[in-house]
C-alpha cells in the first residue's frame, strides 16, 4: 500500500527559538505522531534554517521519516514575517510540485494537543483546508510546565488553561470586557469554559491535492492574516473544528508582548458597550467576505453543547445575514457618540471639537501611510522622529475622550473609504470581465 506523504512546514532560526522548540513543540508534536498510524503515512519535514545552525537543530530530532532543508539567508529582525512567508511559500510549492497530499503548518513556538494531526486527518480528505485559532500563552507563568504535561496527557486542556491563568496580557486585551480598538478575535470566559469568534484563523493543514498550483504560488503577509483569501477558498472548502477538545493549538511567548491594556476608561458598562460594539463594527468591515462568515458562523469552545448560547453570540450579532456591513456609517458613528455621552468622564473633560478636527487629520495620515509601499518610508520617518516619544500602543490604552473619539471617527472615515475603493475596484473588473466575455 503506498503510504500518504504527510508534510510538516517549520521555519527556525535562533538559539532561543531552536531551544523552546525543542523543549516544549517538538515534545508535543512527538505525542500527535503516537496516534498516527505510520503504516499509512510517511511523515516528512520542510525545515528552513541557517546552515551553522542545522546540526543542532537536527541534532536527536528523530520524529520524521525524512527531513528536507531549506536554507534561510540572512535576514533582518524586521523583516521576519516575510521571510517567514516566503518560506513558508517555498514549502508549499516544493509540497505540490512533488505530489504531496498534506501539509501541515508549525511555528517554533506552537503547542499541538495530543489529537490534533489525528483528527484533523479523519476530515481533510472532504476539505482544501482545516482551520483553527491559536491563543497565545505566558511562558513565564510557573504553572507552564504543569500546562504541558496537561497538555501531554489530553487533561482538560482549556479548564487548565483558565485554572492557571496562562492568557498572554497581549492576548487578554481580546476580551470582549477589554478595551482594544483593533479587535480580529473576540473571546469570553465563563467559568471553565471559554466562547471564541475570530476572523483571522490559523490553517492547521492544508490537503495539497485540492488546491490549484497557482494559489499556493501567491505571496501573503502571514498565515492567519492573508493566506486564506489567497487560496480563495470557498465556504465549502473550508472545516472549521469548533471543539476545542478535539483540536486546539497553541503559541507561547516568555516576553509579554503587550501592545494594548485593558484601560481604565472610567465608564459604566452601558458606555463601554456602545464603544466596544462601534469599534468592533469597524474592524468588521475591513475584513474580507469570508473571514466574516468565519466570525459569523463558528464559536470555539470546550463546552460544545452550550456553543449556541454564549454572550458573544448575543452581544456581536450581525444585522443583515446576507450583508457584509453591520452597520451603515451613521449607525457606527452614533456608537461613538453615545458612548462620549454616556461616559461619565464627560462631566469634568468635555469632548474638544477643534482638538477632534486636528486629531482626525492627524490619525487619518497616520493610519493611511502605512498602507501605501511608497508612502510607508514617510511614516517610519516620522514615528522614528516627530512622534519618537509617543510610545507604541499609547493611543490604544488612553482613556482620553477626545483621542478616543477622534480615533474613532479617524477609523470610520478610513473604513469606509476602503469600502468604496473596494466597490469601485470590484465595479471595474466586472465591467472588463462583462466586455471580454462579449
Excluded at 124 to 135: E, G, H, N, P, V
Excluded at 334 to 361: A, C, E, M
Amino acid at each position: 500500500m503506498n503510504k500518504k506523504k504527510l508534510v510538516f512546514s517549520l521555519v527556525l532560526y535562533g538559539k532561543d527559538y531552536i531551544d523552546t522548540f525543542k523543549k516544549y513543540t517538538s515534545e508535543t508534536l512527538k505525542n500527535s505522531f503516537s496516534l498516527i498510524d505510520k503504516n499509512q503515512y510517511q511523515i516528512i519535514l520542510f525545515l528552513s534554517c541557517y546552515e551553522k545552525e542545522k546540526n543542532y537543530i537536527l541534532k536527536n530530532l528523530n520524529l520524521f521519516d525524512e527531513i528536507v532543508i531549506f536554507d534561510l539567508k540572512t535576514i533582518k529582525d524586521d523583516d521576519r514575517y516575510s521571510i517567514l512567508s516566503t518560506h513558508q511559500r517555498l514549502h508549499n510549492i516544493k509540497a505540490k510540485t512533488s505530489k504531496y497530499d498534506y501539509l501541515f503548518f508549525l511555528y517554533a513556538d506552537f503547542l499541538l494537543s495530543k489529537n490534533v494531526i489525528k483528527n484533523s486527518l479523519e476530515k481533510i480528505d472532504r476539505y482544501k483546508s482545516i482551520f483553527t485559532f491559536a491563543l497565545l500563552l505566558n511562558s513565564n507563568n510557573q504553572k507552564f510546565d504543569i500546562f504541558i504535561n496537561n497538555l501531554r496527557e489530553n487533561d482538560n486542556v482549556i479548564e487548565k488553561l483558565i485554572e492557571y491563568d496562562l492568557i498572554d496580557d497581549y492576548h487578554k486585551s481580546f476580551a470582549m470586557n477589554a478595551f482594544n480598538i483593533s479587535k480580529s478575535f473576540i473571546y469570553n470566559i465563563s467559568e471553565k469554559s471559554i466562547y471564541l469568534k475570530a476572523f483571522h484563523m490559523h490553517p492547521v493543514a492544508i490537503n495539497l491535492n485540492k488546491i490549484d498550483q497557482k494559489y499556493l504560488n501567491l505571496y501573503f503577509y502571514t498565515l492567519d492574516n492573508g493566506f486564506l483569501n489567497r487560496l480563495k477558498l470557498t465556504k465549502d472548502d473550508i472545516y472549521v473544528e469548533e471543539d476545542l477538545n478535539k483540536v486546539c493549538i497553541f503559541s507561547y511567548d516568555h516576553i509579554s508582548r503587550l501592545k494594548r491594556l485593558e484601560s481604565d476608561l472610567g465608564i459604566d458598562k452601558d458606555s463601554f458597550e456602545h464603544i466596544e460594539r462601534g469599534f468592533f463594527y469597524l474592524n468588521y468591515n475591513l475584513n474580507s467576505n469570508i473571514e466574516c462568515w468565519l466570525f459569523d458562523n463558528f464559536t470555539l469552545t470546550n463546552t460544545i453543547q452550550n456553543k449556541s448560547n454564549n454572550r458573544l453570540n448575543k452581544f456581536y450579532k450581525s444585522k443583515n445575514k446576507n450583508k457584509k456591513e453591520f452597520y451603515k456609517l451613521r449607525e457606527i458613528l452614533s456608537q461613538g457618540r453615545q458612548y462620549i455621552k454616556k461616559s461619565n468622564l464627560f462631566d469634568t473633560k468635555k469632548l474638544n471639537y477643534f482638538f477632534v478636527f486636528f486629531y482626525v487629520i492627524f490619525f487619518s495620515i497616520m493610519i493611511l501611510l502605512p498602507k501605501s509601499k511608497m508612502l510607508n518610508s514617510t511614516y517610519i520617518y516620522l514615528r522614528n522622529t516627530l512622534l519618537k516619544s509617543v510610545k507604541k500602543g499609547y493611543l490604544t490604552r488612553t482613556s482620553n475622550l477626545n483621542i478616543i473619539y477622534s480615533i474613532f471617527v479617524s477609523k470610520a472615515i478610513y473604513t469606509y473609504f476602503n469600502i468604496y475603493l473596494n466597490g469601485l475596484k470590484n465595479s471595474i473588473l466586472d465591467t472588463i470581465k462583462f466586455k471580454n466575455e462579449n
